[in-house]
């Protein structure tokens, strides 16, 4: 928090929720909006606040302030989120806000905050989904759709990291406010790893991720399990963990019926993990759904080539870098396994087009598109 200010109770022109930045997903997307916010904030003179959970604090400006929440660590999607949201509105009084998450922030409705321009980031609508893929009852599924529409209805702005998102909020809302602001990769996965921080040695493909029902892991280990007699490699599953073992009873029983030839190494440390993507002969992203989808862009900025799911957001993120597969046949999957260990030339050819894609890519986007289209309407 090197500089950074405690709340002092005056009005802030915007004030910024970064209470997850510690998380994977949403805390990748904090980490790298905060910056581009700062800067652009100071630039158009507009006073900037973050609210941070006591123990998350990030390093900011000293122009910065911070909004300390209350009450703690309070979870996505809860009553608690709520009241940390109508403190820190009471707190700074301020002009506008922004939340990098869907859930409506309740009090705006109340009488002191109905002039409060109000921004969200929507990363994906997977709470939408029946439950067998999102994991979702019927009542957070409502609650969704409920939150989802409030955003659509009421925020000055939402940003989405893809068209596919935008496209299934306009169904939601057609007068939604959307401006899709894709994500950059970070640079430093263009740098160098280094090899030796990788826990897996020989050849192995990779799957990054979380255990979640979207994420269709099964999937991979069963395309696995009727290659591993043929081919020499390992499956490393990274950021799984423990969880694995109760997350899928299919996942447990293809994992453990193949012994070490299935690596699970749980959270790694951020150094090794850029380690062991860089070292994997192939990436393999197997999402029945996604906002967006982060981890086969750094594969290819690392030189690891990609195959993943057929899905629109995916396809739209990876463009012509990845070769794709039909996320529902575990047969297709393990025929481009089967060919890109086989094959070093085509795998090498893969690769190449990985990077290439990843590298235009972040020429074509503008990292601080949704801070410059906030800051135009507070000058």
């Known amino acids: 928090m090197a500089g950074a200010r405690t709340s002092s109770n005056r009005a802030v022109d915007l004030l910024f929720d970064a209470r997850h930045v510690r998380q994977s997903g949403i805390g990748t997307y904090i980490r790298t909006q905060l910056p581009h916010l700062q800067e652009a904030a100071a630039r158009n003179r507009i006073s900037l606040a973050v609210l941070a ?18 009450p703690p660590s309070a979870a996505m999607y809860s009553a608690g989120e709520q009241q940390v949201w109508r403190h820190a509105f009471d707190a700074v009084r301020p002009r506008a806000v922004w939340l990098p998450h869907y859930p409506y922030p309740v ?18 609508t997977i709470h939408l989904l029946p439950e067998s893929i999102s994991g979702q009852n019927r009542a957070r599924r409502l609650y969704a759709r409920a939150m989802l529409r409030a955003d659509a209805r009421s925020c000055r702005r939402i940003f989405t990291p893809s068209e596919a998102t935008a496209v299934t909020l306009k169904s939601i809302e057609r007068s939604a406010r959307v401006l899709v602001t894709p994500i950059p990769v970070d640079e430093i996965w263009f740098e160098p790893a280094d090899p030796s921080l990788s826990p897996v040695a020989g050849p192995f493909l990779l799957y990054v991720g979380n255990t979640k029902r979207h994420k269709n892991l099964p999937l991979v280990v069963e395309a696995f399990s009727g290659l591993a007699d043929t081919i020499p490699h390992k499956l490393v599953i990274a950021g799984g963990g423990a969880s694995l ?5 299919r996942v447990r029983r293809l994992a453990e019926g193949m012994g070490d030839r299935v690596v699970v190494t749980g959270q790694l440390d951020f150094a ?3 380690a062991l993507v860089a070292s994997a002969q192939l990436l393999v992203m197997p999402s029945l759904y996604e906002g967006a989808g982060l981890p ?9 080539p990609v195959v ?7 396809r739209e993120t990876c463009g012509d870098g990845a070769d794709f597969f039909d996320p529902h046949e575990a047969g297709a999957l393990a025929q481009l396994i089967r060919t890109y260990c086989a094959d070093d030339a085509a795998r090498a050819e893969l690769a190449k087009r990985g990077h290439d894609h990843v590298v235009a890519r972040q020429q074509r986007i503008c990292p601080t598109a949704a801070a410059d289209a906030i800051c135009a309407d507070l000058a």
């Open 272 to 274: 090794v993990l850029r």
């Open 308 to 314: 993943a799911s057929d899905i629109p957001a995916v």
């Open 53 to 70: 959970d006591p123990d998350t604090v990030p390093e900011l400006r000293e122009s910065t302030e911070v909004v300390l929440a209350t």
């Open 107 to 124: 009090s705006r409705l109340l009488p002191a905050n109905r002039r409060m321009l109000t921004y969200v980031t929507v990363h994906d």
């Open 245 to 249: 073992r109760t997350a899928d009873d």
């Open 296 to 304: 086969p862009l750094e594969a290819m900025a690392s030189g690891t």
